[in-house]
């Protein structure tokens, strides 16, 4: 299988999600008559099944299937994967939820069934002892027990409709499990891939500390996405608890990263080195908002703020899980980027985290919204385009 082709198609999604946001944000700027929430579900489900899946997964295949002689039949898995978000991509804009786009869905939650089977049997016995395949391992679970949520949403349509409260969780219950369960852990299982391959020492006692904790609170910070029900302070104390085992398990990740610092930095490149202290400070900023946002008056504000809400899923997307797997690609030598186009991502991400934020405060209090508010976000949308444009550009040079 050409792994590179693979990345390829996986980057050139991320150009489309890009170009689908510099679209949706010509709303508020153009008189346009396309039907905006159907651009929304083709934005979040080619981000999230074309651009990270398909690039996650190909990382698990090079670190533990590649060889297994069994390039056929993830090829074939591979393509078929393609058409059901190929057909999201062309249904999802112009039905929304209908006949078409729930077929291409499900094909792909199938598709996904498949590799995780094929995964848990090619991989070897060795391969089952190592902490990065107990990781993946896990993520891959978590993103089976995610896809309960499409599951019960269909349920919820048919039934009780799109406006009763199980519909609002159902969404929720997915975005959280492919968010903090899914991606992140995957993304924590792609270090430890590296500190395998450098040979950095972890106990087994400190992994399993650190694994417990983080897998614990990704189940305990689900209780953050039903807050806005003001359920029974049971849940805020749970959700609490979940924030804080969560940082307890970054605290002795970073320990066991800066007793090992002089392997690491014989093993990446002062890029690479730069991108992770990075991702460690993005990550560090999640948990803490994470934490504030168990505090039931600072939950409140939360879930009457649709621009704070965004605005933190696009901290974890395009900051820490997107950033991650920059590092990776270029790690395993499947990605080409300079840094001036990592550059120009990086300050798009800041000013539009900023104008997002900022909109959200000023929902908050009231106060008066910059006249040329919708203009800036148009144009810091377009540098995000213009820098992943770039990225992709540079993977086609010899």
């Avoid at 104390?237 to 014989?266: D, E, P, R």
């Amino acid at each position: 299988m050409n792994l590179k082709q693979q990345i390829k198609i996986a980057f050139g999604y991320f150009f489309i999600v890009a170009l689908l946001g510099v679209f949706m944000r010509m709303f508020h700027v153009a008189d346009i008559t396309f039907n905006y929430k159907h651009l929304l579900h083709t934005h979040s489900h080619i981000a999230l099944l074309g651009w990270v899946y398909t690039a996650l997964t190909t990382f698990i295949y090079q670190i533990f299937l590649s060889e297994k002689g069994k390039d056929k039949t993830f090829s074939k898995l591979f393509w078929s994967t393609q058409i059901s978000i190929i057909g999201m991509m062309f249904s999802f804009p112009f039905t929304g939820y209908a006949f078409f786009s729930i077929v291409f869905s499900t094909l792909f939650l199938l598709n996904s069934y498949v590799f995780i089977w094929l995964f848990l049997k090619h991989t070897s016995s060795e391969q089952k002892q190592l902490k990065s395949y107990k990781l993946i391992r896990t993520a891959l679970w978590l993103m089976v027990f995610s896809s309960l949520g499409p599951w019960v949403l269909g349920i919820v349509m048919n039934t009780l409709g799109s406006t009763s409260p199980w519909y609002r969780n159902a969404i929720y219950f997915f975005l959280h499990f492919q968010y903090n369960g899914w991606f992140l852990v995957a993304l924590i299982g792609m270090l430890f891939a590296i500190f395998e391959k450098s040979s950095l020492h972890i106990s087994i006692k400190t992994f399993h500390r650190f694994y417990y904790l983080f897998i614990a609170g990704v189940f305990l910070t689900f209780f953050l996405s039903v807050l806005w029900m003001k359920p029974n302070s049971i849940l805020y104390f749970l959700a609490g608890i979940g924030g804080i085992v969560q940082l307890g398990a970054f605290v002795l990740l970073g320990k066991c990263v800066i007793q090992n610092k002089s392997i690491l930095k014989s093993s990446l490149s002062k890029f690479e080195g730069f991108l992770l202290k990075l991702i460690a400070f993005l990550f560090l900023v999640k948990l803490i908002f994470q934490q504030l946002g168990a505090f039931p008056k600072i939950a409140e504000i939360i879930s009457n703020n649709i621009d704070f809400v965004i605005a933190y899923l696009h901290w974890v997307f395009l900051g820490i899980v997107t950033i991650s797997i920059f590092v990776f690609l270029k790690y395993f030598q499947l990605l080409k980027f300079s840094k001036t186009n990592f550059t120009i991502y990086f300050l798009a991400f800041i000013l539009t985290e900023a104008l997002l934020f900022y909109k959200g405060i000023v929902a908050w209090k009231g106060v008066y919204l910059l006249e040329d508010y919708y203009l800036l976000l148009f144009i810091t949308s377009a540098v995000f385009l213009l820098a992943i444009g770039g990225m992709l550009r540079s993977q086609f040079k010899r």
